[in-house]
Protein backbone atom coordinates (compact mmCIF):
# COMPACT_ATOMS: atom_id res chain seq x y z
CA UNK A 1 0.00 0.00 0.00
CA UNK A 2 1.05 3.25 -0.76
CA UNK A 3 2.53 5.41 2.37
CA UNK A 4 0.72 8.32 1.41
CA UNK A 5 -2.59 6.48 2.25
CA UNK A 6 -1.59 4.18 5.05
CA UNK A 7 -3.74 6.23 8.01
CA UNK A 8 -1.40 7.74 10.83
CA UNK A 9 -1.38 5.73 13.26
CA UNK A 10 -4.61 6.72 16.69
CA UNK A 11 -1.30 6.59 19.09
CA UNK A 12 2.45 7.44 20.06
CA UNK A 13 2.94 5.30 22.88
CA UNK A 14 1.41 2.24 25.13
CA UNK A 15 3.64 3.84 27.93
CA UNK A 16 1.90 4.80 31.45
CA UNK A 17 4.39 6.87 32.90
CA UNK A 18 4.13 9.83 30.19
CA UNK A 19 4.92 13.65 31.03
CA UNK A 20 1.29 14.05 29.97
CA UNK A 21 -0.20 10.90 31.81
CA UNK A 22 1.20 12.30 35.09
CA UNK A 23 -0.01 15.68 35.10
CA UNK A 24 -3.55 13.93 34.38
CA UNK A 25 -2.92 11.53 37.25
CA UNK A 26 -2.02 14.67 39.59
CA UNK A 27 -5.51 16.23 38.14
CA UNK A 28 -7.12 12.89 39.52
CA UNK A 29 -5.62 13.27 43.09
CA UNK A 30 -6.07 16.86 43.25
CA UNK A 31 -10.68 16.37 42.98
CA UNK A 32 -10.12 15.46 47.64
CA UNK A 33 -8.34 18.24 48.04
CA UNK A 34 -10.67 20.23 45.70
CA UNK A 35 -13.92 18.69 47.39
CA UNK A 36 -12.22 19.73 51.08
CA UNK A 37 -11.66 23.27 50.16
CA UNK A 38 -15.27 23.97 49.29
CA UNK A 39 -16.72 21.99 52.31
CA UNK A 40 -14.41 24.16 54.34
CA UNK A 41 -15.59 27.21 52.87
CA UNK A 42 -11.96 28.09 50.64
CA UNK A 43 -13.99 28.89 47.87
CA UNK A 44 -11.77 30.87 46.49
CA UNK A 45 -8.60 28.81 46.57
CA UNK A 46 -10.95 26.13 45.35
CA UNK A 47 -11.64 27.87 42.40
CA UNK A 48 -8.26 29.01 41.59
CA UNK A 49 -7.40 25.22 41.90
CA UNK A 50 -10.02 24.71 39.80
CA UNK A 51 -8.38 26.94 37.08
CA UNK A 52 -5.30 25.84 37.57
CA UNK A 53 -5.83 22.19 36.89
CA UNK A 54 -8.10 23.55 33.63
CA UNK A 55 -4.87 24.19 32.75
CA UNK A 56 -2.99 21.78 32.92
CA UNK A 57 -5.67 20.21 31.11
CA UNK A 58 -5.16 21.94 27.99
CA UNK A 59 -1.14 21.71 28.33
CA UNK A 60 -1.43 17.53 28.65
CA UNK A 61 -3.02 17.77 25.59
CA UNK A 62 -0.39 20.79 23.97
CA UNK A 63 2.35 18.42 25.24
CA UNK A 64 1.22 14.53 23.94
CA UNK A 65 1.20 16.34 20.35
CA UNK A 66 4.08 17.95 20.51
CA UNK A 67 6.36 15.12 22.48
CA UNK A 68 4.74 12.58 20.91
CA UNK A 69 3.27 10.83 23.65
CA UNK A 70 -0.44 10.52 22.94
CA UNK A 71 -1.64 7.20 24.37
CA UNK A 72 -4.94 4.95 24.65
CA UNK A 73 -4.32 5.51 28.26
CA UNK A 74 -4.10 9.16 27.99
CA UNK A 75 -7.54 9.75 26.22
CA UNK A 76 -9.28 7.92 28.72
CA UNK A 77 -7.52 9.52 31.40
CA UNK A 78 -8.73 13.44 30.46
CA UNK A 79 -12.82 12.69 30.72
CA UNK A 80 -12.54 10.64 33.32
CA UNK A 81 -11.45 13.41 35.10
CA UNK A 82 -13.80 15.72 34.22
CA UNK A 83 -16.65 13.79 35.20
CA UNK A 84 -15.25 13.19 38.31
CA UNK A 85 -14.56 17.05 38.93
CA UNK A 86 -17.98 17.45 37.93
CA UNK A 87 -19.86 14.82 39.59
CA UNK A 88 -17.51 15.35 42.70
CA UNK A 89 -18.26 19.43 42.80
CA UNK A 90 -22.56 19.52 42.14
CA UNK A 91 -22.32 16.93 45.32
CA UNK A 92 -19.89 18.73 48.13
CA UNK A 93 -21.97 22.02 46.33
CA UNK A 94 -25.38 20.14 47.37
CA UNK A 95 -23.83 19.53 50.64
CA UNK A 96 -23.09 23.17 51.32
CA UNK A 97 -27.14 23.68 50.33
CA UNK A 98 -25.60 25.88 46.94
CA UNK A 99 -27.28 23.42 44.33
CA UNK A 100 -30.35 21.92 44.36
CA UNK A 101 -30.74 18.13 44.54
CA UNK A 102 -32.12 18.05 40.90
CA UNK A 103 -29.74 19.75 39.38
CA UNK A 104 -27.37 16.64 40.87
CA UNK A 105 -29.72 14.01 39.67
CA UNK A 106 -29.70 15.49 36.59
CA UNK A 107 -26.20 15.25 36.13
CA UNK A 108 -25.68 11.51 37.62
CA UNK A 109 -28.56 10.39 35.57
CA UNK A 110 -26.23 10.70 32.60
CA UNK A 111 -23.61 9.40 33.17
CA UNK A 112 -25.62 6.34 34.86
CA UNK A 113 -27.06 6.07 31.35
CA UNK A 114 -23.65 6.25 30.07
CA UNK A 115 -22.32 3.91 32.48
CA UNK A 116 -25.29 1.31 31.16
CA UNK A 117 -23.41 1.31 27.65
CA UNK A 118 -20.06 -0.30 29.29
CA UNK A 119 -21.09 -3.90 28.77
CA UNK A 120 -22.10 -3.32 25.08
CA UNK A 121 -18.96 -2.00 24.80
CA UNK A 122 -16.82 -4.13 26.19
CA UNK A 123 -18.70 -6.88 24.30
CA UNK A 124 -17.29 -4.76 21.02
CA UNK A 125 -13.82 -4.61 22.26
CA UNK A 126 -13.92 -1.27 23.48
CA UNK A 127 -14.23 0.70 26.91
CA UNK A 128 -15.64 3.79 25.79
CA UNK A 129 -16.52 5.90 23.01
CA UNK A 130 -14.59 8.39 21.46
CA UNK A 131 -15.35 12.34 23.08
CA UNK A 132 -17.51 14.10 20.86
CA UNK A 133 -17.19 17.82 20.15
CA UNK A 134 -20.71 18.02 22.08
CA UNK A 135 -19.92 16.19 25.16
CA UNK A 136 -16.75 18.71 25.23
CA UNK A 137 -18.27 21.79 25.10
CA UNK A 138 -20.97 20.43 27.48
CA UNK A 139 -17.95 19.42 29.86
CA UNK A 140 -16.29 22.74 29.57
CA UNK A 141 -19.65 24.68 30.40
CA UNK A 142 -20.52 22.30 33.25
CA UNK A 143 -16.76 23.51 34.79
CA UNK A 144 -17.40 27.09 33.90
CA UNK A 145 -20.78 27.03 35.35
CA UNK A 146 -20.14 25.61 38.78
CA UNK A 147 -17.04 27.50 40.29
CA UNK A 148 -19.34 30.74 39.61
CA UNK A 149 -22.16 29.27 41.39
CA UNK A 150 -20.39 28.68 43.89
CA UNK A 151 -18.91 32.30 44.04
CA UNK A 152 -22.25 33.77 43.47
CA UNK A 153 -23.52 31.79 46.31
CA UNK A 154 -25.17 33.83 49.80
CA UNK A 155 -22.76 31.45 51.69
CA UNK A 156 -19.88 31.88 49.53
CA UNK A 157 -18.88 35.88 48.16
CA UNK A 158 -22.77 36.06 47.21
CA UNK A 159 -22.03 37.91 43.83
CA UNK A 160 -25.08 38.42 42.14
CA UNK A 161 -23.47 39.01 38.40
CA UNK A 162 -22.03 35.23 39.33
CA UNK A 163 -25.13 33.69 40.60
CA UNK A 164 -27.03 34.59 37.36
CA UNK A 165 -24.13 33.62 35.07
CA UNK A 166 -23.40 30.66 36.94
CA UNK A 167 -27.04 29.51 36.28
CA UNK A 168 -27.20 30.24 32.95
CA UNK A 169 -24.45 28.36 31.89
CA UNK A 170 -24.97 25.75 34.59
CA UNK A 171 -28.34 25.43 32.67
CA UNK A 172 -27.02 25.29 29.28
CA UNK A 173 -24.34 22.87 30.30
CA UNK A 174 -26.35 20.43 31.50
CA UNK A 175 -28.26 20.70 28.09
CA UNK A 176 -25.59 20.02 26.19
CA UNK A 177 -24.44 17.52 28.33
CA UNK A 178 -27.13 15.27 27.84
CA UNK A 179 -27.08 16.48 24.36
CA UNK A 180 -23.65 14.36 24.18
CA UNK A 181 -25.19 11.61 26.22
CA UNK A 182 -28.02 10.65 23.74
CA UNK A 183 -24.86 10.95 21.03
CA UNK A 184 -23.14 8.52 22.35
CA UNK A 185 -26.38 6.28 22.73
CA UNK A 186 -26.84 6.88 19.16
CA UNK A 187 -23.28 5.56 18.44
CA UNK A 188 -23.39 2.67 20.22
CA UNK A 189 -26.54 1.77 18.54
CA UNK A 190 -25.05 2.33 15.15
CA UNK A 191 -21.94 -0.20 16.59
CA UNK A 192 -24.44 -2.78 17.36
CA UNK A 193 -26.24 -2.88 13.80
CA UNK A 194 -22.72 -2.28 12.35
CA UNK A 195 -21.63 -5.99 14.06
CA UNK A 196 -24.87 -7.60 13.22
Known sequence: MDKSTTPAPEWDTEAVLTIPNILSFIRLLGIPVFCWLILVGEDVAAVVLLALFAFTDWVDGQLA???NQRSRLGTRLDPIADRLYILSAVVVLL?????????????????????????????????ALPVNMVGKAGTMLLLSALPIILLGAPSSLDLPWAHWTGWVLGTVGAVVYWAAGFLYVRETVRLGRSAE
Not at 96 to 116: E, K, N, Q, S, T
Open 65 to 67: RRL
Open 95 to 127: VRGIVPWWFVAVLLARDVMLACLIPFLRRHGML
